[in-house]
T-cell receptor, first 115, second 111 residues
């Protein structure tokens, strides 16, 4: 059973460009979470999605950031008009159930560098 | 609100030394508590967890006990190895899969 997959592993963008980060959850998992890790910091929750639904986006910046998890295909975290402060590692996690306190399984992350 | 506070690192130990990484939390209700480990360039891996007060989570020689009275979940290992060098994150979950992470503690183990 393959783990959570993320691509690309590293992404370099210039200011003003768009960044698209992809996450394929573990087989059988229908819940996806995105986290951001700034250098030397812990992970900060961004958004929780189920197939075709955003359940909780309380951690998402109000502008430029969006996320989706379509019926088919991976979950996408999209950052428009990137700025240097967006440079971070973005981690995706998945879980099989929406039940409270279910363990999350993390992908290897996408490291975004904005020049 | 919910939050997790970890001791700052880096922590540098010699091989076979005893390890303690402190973690305290603030939460409403009855959270589950977790320790995750992150090796360089990789994602987080679940190390251990405890879901209720007085539970002890253990894995690979690491242990942590859920202490409700002190709101703590300190990570311990009796004899560390060089391969344990990594960043360790304490976390809690209290609201339908939303996790709250500490800032991480970097552990360096020297031969």
């Amino acid at each position: 059973n393959a783990g959570v997959m993320q691509n690309p592993r590293h992404l370099v963008r210039r200011r003003g460009q768009e960044a698209r980060l992809r996450c394929s959850p573990m087989k059988g998992h229908s819940h996806v979470y995105w986290y951001r890790q700034l250098p030397e910091e812990g992970l900060k929750f961004m958004v929780y999605l189920q197939k075709e639904n955003i359940i909780d986006e309380s951690g998402m910046p109000k502008e430029r950031f969006s996320a989706e998890f379509p019926k088919e295909g991976p979950s996408i975290l999209r950052i428009q008009q990137v700025v240097r402060g967006d440079s971070a590692a973005y981690f995706c996690a998945s879980s099989p159930l929406g039940a409270e306190q279910e363990t999350q399984y993390f992908g290897p992350g996408t490291r975004l560098l904005v020049l | 609100g919910n939050s997790v506070t970890q001791m700052e690192g880096p922590v540098t130990l010699s091989e076979e030394a005893f390890l303690t990484i402190n973690c305290t939390y603030t939460a409403t209700g009855y959270p589950s508590l977790f320790w995750y480990v992150q090796y360089p360039g990789e994602g987080l891996q679940l190390l251990l967890k405890a879901t209720k007060a007085d539970d002890k989570g253990s894995n690979k020689g690491f242990e942590a006990t859920y202490r409700k009275e002190t709101t703590s979940f300190h990570l311990e290992k009796g004899s560390v190895q060089v391969s344990d060098s990594a960043v360790y994150f304490c976390a809690l979950s209290n609201n339908f899969n939303k996790f709250y992470f500490g800032s991480g503690t970097k552990l360096n183990v020297k031969p």
